[in-house]
């Protein structure tokens, strides 16, 4: 357990349907990231929050895929009307985003199925 | 385009083998290069690599990276059935200090 978790942990929802998964970082990590991992890849990157900020988007992140970080602490990520090539693990990683050692660290993640 | 390139994507060995897995780089504004082991769960973390030429050792597993080259290796010695798993591979860049991964190598070791 490294500290970061995600909720559900498995979701399966109809074709068109709308998800929100959650994740609560590492409590004084500054950072947090969202990647989504296909079966047969590595993780791809999502986006990245400072603190509260969204400072980057991958353009996989398509109009569909919103993420939030109100406070600073913890973070969702929404997709609407799903697709069933949105079925995938999304994971959230968290860090403390200082100096050169800037591990993130994974939580176990959300797997997504879309019927 | 930032890319990150392993090979093989996947082997198969006996216990007590010694592997050695290959992670190339093409990363903007490179900062670090990260091992990370997966089994059925979230990746956990093995070895951060920032300087050319100094080994980074954990037991039986050791890894170093080359900046002129652009790449790294990941050494297990003695292989164990433990350490079947998907090994990944991942550039960071500076500034967001997001990661590109790899799509990983399968290990599998075979009692």
């Known amino acids: 357990d490294t500290g970061v978790s995600q909720n559900p942990r498995h979701k399966i929802t109809k074709r068109g349907q709308n998800v929100t998964f959650r994740c609560d970082p590492i409590s004084e990590h500054n950072r947090l990231y969202w990647y989504r991992q296909t079966l047969g890849q590595g993780p791809e990157f999502l986006t990245y929050f400072q603190n509260e900020a969204q400072l980057e988007k991958s353009r996989l992140l398509s109009d569909r895929f919103s993420a939030e970080r109100p406070k600073g602490s913890f973070s969702t990520l929404e997709i609407q009307r799903t697709e069933q090539g949105d079925s995938a693990m999304y994971l959230c990683?968290?860090?403390?985003?200082?100096?050169?050692?800037?591990?993130?660290?994974f939580g176990p993640g959300t797997r997504l199925t879309v019927l | 385009e930032d890319k990150v390139v392993q090979s093989p994507l996947s082997l198969v060995v006996h216990e007590g083998d010694t592997v050695t897995l290959n992670c190339s780089y093409e990363v903007t504004n490179f900062r670090s290069l990260l091992w990370y082991k997966q089994e059925k769960k979230a990746p956990t973390f093995l070895f951060m690599l920032?300087?050319?030429?100094i080994e980074k050792k954990s037991g039986r597993l050791s890894s170093i990276l080359d900046k002129k080259e652009l790449f790294s290796i990941l050494n297990i010695t003695a292989t164990q059935t433990g350490d079947s798993a998907i090994y990944l591979c991942?550039?960071?860049?500076?500034?967001?200090?997001?990661?590109?991964f790899g799509t990983g190598t399968r290990l599998k070791v075979l009692a």
């Open positions: 920032t300087s050319s030429g």
């Open positions: 990683a968290s860090s403390l985003g200082s100096g050169i050692l800037n591990e993130q660290f």
């Open positions: 991942a550039g960071v860049t500076s500034g967001t200090y997001k990661y590109i």
